[in-house]
């Protein structure tokens, strides 16, 4: 099943269960997308000692999960693209919900 997770969150608990979705999908042996908007995109800066967040999206992404963020919430935040955290557009999250089996949001 291809699952799409769309994170509008920064609470550190909202995050963290998001990512412990996303990495439960991919065990099950589904494709999962996160796009990342409002203050997900945040997503490297939160997490604290209950709820590792940095560790979490990294073990995400070593099981094959892939993050794009909106672009605009970025710079609205006058955070750029990285790595963990790549740049997308509106057209992106609209494809996510296309092409996903499931939707789900947190």
Known sequence: ?????ILESKDPETVWNAL????AG???GHTVHLFLMGGGVEITTL???RYDVNSELTHFESAGG???A???CLKNRQLTSSAACPAGTM???VDLVVWADKTVTF
Do not use: H, I, S
């Open 91 to 93: 057209t992106d999250c």
């Open 66 to 68: 892939t993050v794009l």
């Open 1 to 5: 099943m291809k699952l799409g997770v």
């Open 26 to 28: 991919l065990g099950a």
């Open 47 to 49: 997490g604290n000692a």
């Open 70 to 72: 909106c672009g605009t």
């Open 20 to 23: 412990r979705f996303g990495v």
